[in-house]
Nanobody, 123 residues
Framework: QVQLVESGGGLVQAGGSLRLSCAAS????????MGWFRQAPGKEREFVAD????????RYADSVKGRFTISRDNAKNTVYLQMNSVKPENTAVYCC????????????????WGQGTQVTVSS
């Protein structure tokens, strides 16, 4: 089992920044690729970003490319999502997820999920 706990969400004005953290415990964190997903009210869960087990490769949804940055610190068992130049449409519950081995944009392929942290962007 891998337990994931997100933090760092909150209320931010459009154009501002926020850094989300996802702390992992349980099995060897560095064996898992990590992803960030979000779900807005009335919408399906969508891919935001993912990162390989080593942190050597990242991928982003087109809507956040150039504004969000995913990173990880395997010594701290933590993955981050730096959100810059946020927009009201970024308002959602943001969840991190872990998958053993290769990263993927498909939420159904992730094994472990955190409970999420609310991000609200005001205009």
């Amino acid at each position: 089992q891998v337990q994931l706990v997100e933090s760092g969400g909150g209320l931010v004005q459009a154009g501002g920044s926020l850094r989300l953290s996802c702390a992992a415990s349980g099995r060897t964190f560095s064996n898992y690729a990590m992803g960030w997903f979000r779900q807005a009210p009335g919408k399906e869960r969508e891919f935001v970003a993912d990162i390989t087990w080593s942190g050597g490769s990242t991928r982003y949804a087109d809507s956040v490319k150039g504004r969000f940055t995913i990173s990880r610190d395997n010594a701290k068992n933590t993955v981050y999502l730096q959100m810059n130049s946020v927009k009201p449409e970024n308002t959602a519950v943001y969840c991190c997820a872990a998958v053993y081995g290769l990263e993927t944009v498909f939420p159904s392929q992730y094994t472990f999920w955190g409970q999420g942290t609310q991000v609200t962007v005001s205009s």
